[in-house]
């Protein structure tokens, strides 16, 4: 957890969780020259982020939605369970607008995209070690709108789908066949095909081409639902 230096000053420990070791490399150039940052340790996978917590527990995790072992949002329902005080900032390719709501109802304080400029990542990461919230204002207002009540505010169809079937809805928008999504997500075909079918109903879509399209453009043309 936080330490001071010799004048006083206080220095957060930050865990990256991201299997890209580019973004671990990149991270640490971005924020070494940051004296009140020290990243204390990287995890390539949800798994290894475990083993080293148990050890080593930091003031911020920042993590990747899409990681091999396990869904990311999944993955910060885990830590606020076991380590309530631990602050977590997303930190992903994944579009805010379709994911952030739910990352924030898993208990994530933060979310950054990594199109966003550095400048924009370490003023989310002191604004979360502060004790304060770090969304897109659009985000901020629906979430503030479902703690006040406000159900009746428009939901997207994205809403619908499990963490799963999102991670799954993404890969399809990607061009990933069924066989491709099960090795990256390292499930069985069949259980890819039944998420196909969830998602194919959920959305109430036609068919499973009908899902491939508006797979592509949600996630490559840019057409987001409301």
């Known amino acids: 957890m936080r330490k001071c230096n010799s004048m006083h000053r206080a220095i957060y420990n930050i865990m990256i969780i991201d299997d890209h070791p580019i973004i671990h490399d990149g991270l640490k150039t971005l924020l070494g020259s940051e004296k009140d940052l020290n990243i204390s340790a990287v995890a390539s996978s949800a798994n290894q ?22 869904d990311g949002t999944a993955l910060i329902q885990k830590l606020k369970k076991k380590y309530p005080k631990l602050r977590t900032l997303v930190y992903t390719m994944s579009e805010e607008k379709l994911f ?44 503030q709108n479902k703690v006040n009540g406000h159900h009746n505010s428009p939901r997207s169809l994205i809403d619908k789908l499990s963490n799963r079937e999102l991670d799954i809805f993404k890969l399809i928008g990607e061009g990933l066949d069924a066989l491709s999504i099960s090795e990256r997500l390292n499930i069985s075909r069949n259980t890819v095909d039944t998420h196909r079918i969830n998602i194919k109903n959920k959305l109430e879509l036609a068919s499973g081409k009908a899902v491939d399209r508006f797979a592509y453009e949600v996630f490559q043309a840019g057409h987001l639902p409301n």
């Open 49 to 70: 982020a475990l083993k080293l917590l148990k050890n080593n527990l930091p003031d911020l995790a920042i993590i990747d939605l899409s990681l091999g072992d396990s």
């Open 100 to 143: 952030a709501e739910r990352t924030s109802r898993a208990g994530a304080d933060g979310y950054v995209m990594k199109t966003s400029p550095p400048s924009e990542l370490k003023r989310a990461i002191r604004t979360v070690l502060s004790g304060d919230y770090f969304f897109s204002p659009e985000t901020t207002t629906r979430i």
